[in-house]
């Protein structure tokens, strides 16, 4: 007997633009991530103005997903995952994201891609928006700032349902929908939105609106896929952190409590098909003028998730002193490190048992079934001479968290489907668009450069997540 379900959902994570490259081929467009160029820890990727000759796009080639994934996949079998989750790049569907007609040779290649995982015993699990919707959007429509960005997004949306129906039962519609919280950096409201801010503008009333509109698509997009199959599982994709107050004093327990509302009410919403009454009476008191119709709040409620897929990497801890009556959060300037936890090369807190006590906070909270979705860490590896890599410290961190969300489903009873390590192939980091910070059990053999063969091999942690599997999660 396992503390894990028999039919535990055990997978590897990536997307799309991550991983694909193939970027201009079999008709695709232009999306947001092949106008990012590379970047480093503490030094932001660039967003330019369309694809520019003399940058360094390191989503344009990835790892050639495209054109290896066959073999690639012959190496997921092996390691013996039971689903994959990956994205349907938007632009190869929808090269412009503005057209009537999909485009046939983006629908045939996720079919050929599915039909070649379902041949090993792998199913699929498919994001719709995961960083990379069509840059035209962004160009001739402001991004997700325009409300007829609903209906692409539904149109794209329902074009997959009914198309892969078949293949595909688990879906999530926006990966990591709440990461724009963080509005005061530009990165979070291009990747999630398309959102690219002009001077003078209200940033945060903005990034309210484009969130409203998504979680409206969202929702109408969840019920389109129903009434498309009713057997379709059709989820959120949250990014959570947990905020963690710095001590015991009761401003700092507040300020955590405020924070928490101020990034995980977009899953209020996404489960529950309203907004949370703690959210209206901010808007109001900031006067912020929303383009919310009566149509949008009913479609809200007749939309909600079936489930809570959901990221989880590190944690946070805030401070409350000073902040008066609201305790209102902003991201940029309110977190504190935390003196209990170590943390990344790239200063990502480690923290295991964050994982389980986020788990039990969306539990308690919403009570629907949960999948991790994320789960990982992105590390520097050396390759040994003998061409193998010795990455133990990635062992060690995966191991403590699959520990602690072991201790989530027996002493605390939660509701858990499976857990899709991210990056299980190395591929370009969404934060920083460097190849050079690893995720994987498979080695690529590409640097930040762009050169390399880009060669697949084995790292020690592949015999390890193999037995993991194996053991349905008993031997770590
Ligand atoms: P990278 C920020 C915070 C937490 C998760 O991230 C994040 C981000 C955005 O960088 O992104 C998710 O590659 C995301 C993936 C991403 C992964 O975490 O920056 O869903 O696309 O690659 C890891 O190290």
């Known amino acids: 007997m396992s503390i894990l379900n028999e039919n535990f959902l055990w997978g590897g994570a990536v997307a799309a633009h991550q ?5 201009d081929q079999g008709g695709k467009g232009i999306s947001v991530a092949d106008v990012m160029t590379v970047g480093a820890h503490g030094q932001p990727r660039k967003i330019t103005d369309g694809v520019l000759m003399g940058e360094n796009y390191p989503n344009h080639e990835a790892i050639d997903f495209y054109h290896r994934y066959q073999a690639d996949i012959q190496l997921f079998a092996e390691l013996g995952i039971n689903c994959f989750r990956t994205s349907i790049a938007w632009t190869r569907i929808f090269p412009k994201g503005d057209e009537s007609e999909p485009n046939e040779e983006g629908l045939q290649f996720y079919d050929d891609l599915f039909d070649e995982c379902l041949k090993h015993g792998i199913q699929p699990v498919v994001t719709l928006s995961h960083f990379e919707m069509p840059y035209h959007l962004v160009t001739a429509y402001g991004g997700w700032r325009n409300r007829k960005m609903i209906d692409f997004f539904l149109h794209f949306a329902e074009v997959c349902f009914n198309r892969y129906q078949d293949k595909v039962t688990y879906w999530m519609t926006f990966n990591e929908i709440n990461n724009q919280a963080n509005y005061q950096e530009d990165f979070a409201p291009f990747t999630n939105s398309g959102v690219r801010y002009k001077a003078g503008e209200n940033r945060e009333e903005l990034m309210y609106q484009a969130a409203h509109y998504e ?6 997009a969840v019920k389109a896929g ?3 199959n009713p057997k379709l599982k059709i989820g959120c994709m949250i990014a959570m952190v947990p905020i963690y107050p710095y001590s015991c ?9 405020s924070a928490m509302q101020k990034r995980y009410w977009f899953t209020d919403v996404h489960v529950r098909g309203k907004y949370p009454p703690y959210l209206m009476k901010y808007l109001k008191r900031k006067n912020f003028k929303m383009d919310m119709t009566e149509a949008d709040i009913r479609a809200l409620t007749q939309g909600t ?3 809570i897929g959901f990221s989880y990497y590190m944690s946070f801890a805030v401070k409350g002193g000073g902040k008066g009556p609201a305790f209102d959060y902003d991201e940029s300037r309110d977190l504190v490190s935390n003196p209990y936890v170590k943390a990344s090369d790239w200063g990502w807190q480690i923290d295991p048992l964050g994982l389980r006590y986020a788990m039990n906070w969306f539990a308690e909270r919403y ?8 789960n990982g860490f992105g590390a520097i590896d050396e390759k040994l001479p003998d061409g193998t890599v010795d990455d133990q410290y990635r062992i060690d961190f995966l191991k403590a968290h699959i520990e602690s969300m072991k201790e989530a489903v027996e002493y605390d009873g939660v509701d858990l489907m499976g857990y899709t390590p991210w990056g299980f192939i190395d591929l370009v980091s969404a934060g920083t668009g460097e190849m050079k910070k690893r995720y994987g059990f498979i080695y690529v053999d590409k640097n930040n450069a762009g050169q390399g ?14 037995q993991v599997i194996k053991s349905n999660g008993e031997k770590l």
């Open 19 to 23: 991983l694909e490259g193939g970027w």
């Open 215 to 220: 979680l409206v698509a969202s929702a109408l």
């Open 226 to 228: 129903h009434q498309v």
């Open 249 to 257: 004093d009761p401003e700092d327990m507040m300020a955590a409590v």
């Open 305 to 307: 998730v079936d489930y």
């Open 367 to 374: 009570e629907l079934p949960l999948f991790i979705v994320e």
């Open 453 to 466: 063969t880009l060669a697949r091999s084995k790292k020690k942690s592949f015999d390890w997540y193999q």
